[in-house]
T-cell receptor, first 114, second 114 residues
């Protein structure tokens, strides 16, 4: 069974540039999450989709971050413009969505902003 | 609001010794609780989860955890540590209800000494 696919694995950009990350969830998973994991911290939820609708984006910095999940499958997370403090690992996860079901994680994209 | 607390950031044990990683939760409703493991440059992998069935939960790689409502705890244990257990461990909580999002603790790094 294919897992959650993310690309790229690594990205280095200068501050004020833009960047985009892509995620392909496990087939049949209705719920998709984007988490931000800063070094030494636990993952923090940025946005949660149920099919192609947003369930929770309360911690998404909407002045610079955006995400979409067209057609309820793949998703893209964008940062524009990037700040130094955006350096982190961005993890995509998916699940069937019912309470108590586990989330399956991709390997993440490590972003370095210089 | 739901949250988890993982006291300490680093635990070091000798190979063959008992592993104990602590997690306390806060939730206004009966929670679902999870332990995930993260190896370097990898995504998160589920070790085990509690979903209101048996209070003693067995997971992969010989790990288990016990849900104690009176202590609001869900500590992770393994009787005998192996070198391959060295990784970062995250406790997470999800509330019952429609929103299945996971809220993570800050994680604990486990080192295993030969």
């Amino acid at each position: 069974e294919a897992g959650v696919a993310q690309s790229p694995r690594y990205k280095i950009i200068e501050k004020r540039q833009s960047v985009a990350f892509w995620c392909n969830p496990i087939s049949g998973h209705a719920t998709l999450y984007w988490y931000q994991q800063i070094l030494g911290q636990g993952p923090k939820l940025l946005i949660q989709f149920q099919n192609n609708g947003v369930v929770d984006d309360s911690q998404l910095p909407k002045d610079r971050f955006s995400a979409e999940r067209l057609k309820g499958v793949d998703s893209t997370l964008k940062i524009q413009p990037a700040k130094l403090e955006d350096s982190a690992v961005y993890l995509c996860a998916s699940s069937f969505g019912q309470a108590g079901t586990e989330a399956f994680f991709g390997q993440g994209t490590r972003l370095t902003v210089v | 609001a739901q949250s988890v607390t993982q006291l300490g950031s680093h635990v070091s044990v000798s190979e063959g010794a008992l592993v104990l990683l602590r997690c306390n939760y806060s939730s206004s409703v009966p929670p679902y609780l999870f332990w995930y493991v993260q190896y370097p440059n990898q995504g998160l992998q589920l070790l085990l989860k509690y979903t209101s069935a048996a209070t003693l939960v067995k997971g992969i790689n010989g790990f288990e955890a016990e849900f104690k409502k009176s202590e609001t705890s869900f500590h992770l244990t393994k009787p005998s540590a192996h070198m391959s257990d060295a990784a970062e461990y995250f406790c997470a909580v999800s509330e019952s209800g429609a929103n299945s999002k996971l809220t993570f603790g800050k994680g604990i790094t486990l080192s295993v000494r030969p």
